[in-house]
C-alpha cells in the first residue's frame, strides 16, 4: 500500500499513523509532494500530536523545491503565525510564488492580502485581478469576492483591472491552470 491509500483509507481502513511513516520516508528523499503532505499531518494533528513548528519544517522544504500546495501552505503559516512569527510580507511573497504557477487558492489569498493590506500597499484592483485569476481556475469564493470588491471600485479600475489580467496572463501563461 501507499502512503497516500493510508492517509485517504484506499482500499485499506484509514491509518494516519501509517501514512505518517510513509510520507517520512519519502520527504526524508526529497519527495516535495510527501514533505507538503507531512507537513500538513503536522499541521493537522493527524497520525501525530498537532506540531506547527514540524509542519513548517515540512512546507519550507516542499516550497524551496517549487511545489505550489507547499509554498502556499507556507504562506497561510506566515500569515496565521503558526510554528513561525506572523509575517504577511512573507506570506505574501511565498502566496505570490504558488499564484504564478497557477494555483487558485494562492491567488485567493494574494487577493484577500491586497484588500486588507496585509503585507501589501492595499489596492483594490489587484484584489480584482487576483480574485479574476482564481475564478479562472476555479476558485471556490474568488467569484464572490471579485463582485464583492466591484461594488466599491469604479467603471474605470475594473477595466483597468481587466486590462491588467490580461497583460499578466500574456506575460505569464502558467498564471491559468490549464488542466
Known amino acids: 500500500m ?5 492517509d485517504n483509507g484506499q482500499g485499506v481502513g484509514q491509518d494516519f499513523k501509517e501514512a505518517v511513516k510513509w510520507y517520512q ?13 507531512l507537513a500538513g499531518m503536522y499541521a493537522n494533528g493527524r497520525g501525530v500530536e498537532q506540531d506547527f513548528k514540524e509542519a513548517f519544517k515540512w512546507y519550507q522544504k516542499a516550497a524551496d523545491q517549487g511545489l505550489a500546495n507547499g509554498q502556499n ?3 497561510v503559516m506566515y500569515a496565521n503565525g503558526e510554528g513561525v512569527k506572523q509575517d504577511f510580507k512573507e506570506a ?8 504564478d504557477q497557477g494555483l487558485a487558492i494562492a491567488q485567493q489569498n494574494l487577493g484577500h492580502k491586497y484588500l486588507m493590506g496585509d503585507g501589501v500597499k492595499q489596492d ?11 475564478e479562472t481556475n476555479g476558485g471556490q469564493d474568488a467569484k464572490t469576492n471579485k463582485a464583492i470588491v ?14 491588467l489580467v490580461k497583460e499578466m496572463v500574456k506575460k505569464n501563461p502558467k498564471l491559468l491552470n490549464k488542466k
Open 73 to 75: 501552505s507556507l504562506g
Open 150 to 163: 466591484a461594488e466599491r471600485m469604479t467603471p474605470a479600475q475594473i477595466v483597468t483591472a481587466e486590462e
Open 124 to 134: 483594490d484592483v489587484s484584489a480584482y485581478v487576483w480574485w479574476n485569476i482564481a
Open 25 to 37: 520516508k519519502a520527504a526524508d528523499q526529497g519527495d516535495a509532494i510527501a514533505q507538503s503532505n
Open 92 to 99: 505574501v511573497y511565498w502566496y505570490q510564488e504558488a499564484a
Open 2 to 6: 501507499s502512503k497516500k491509500e493510508y
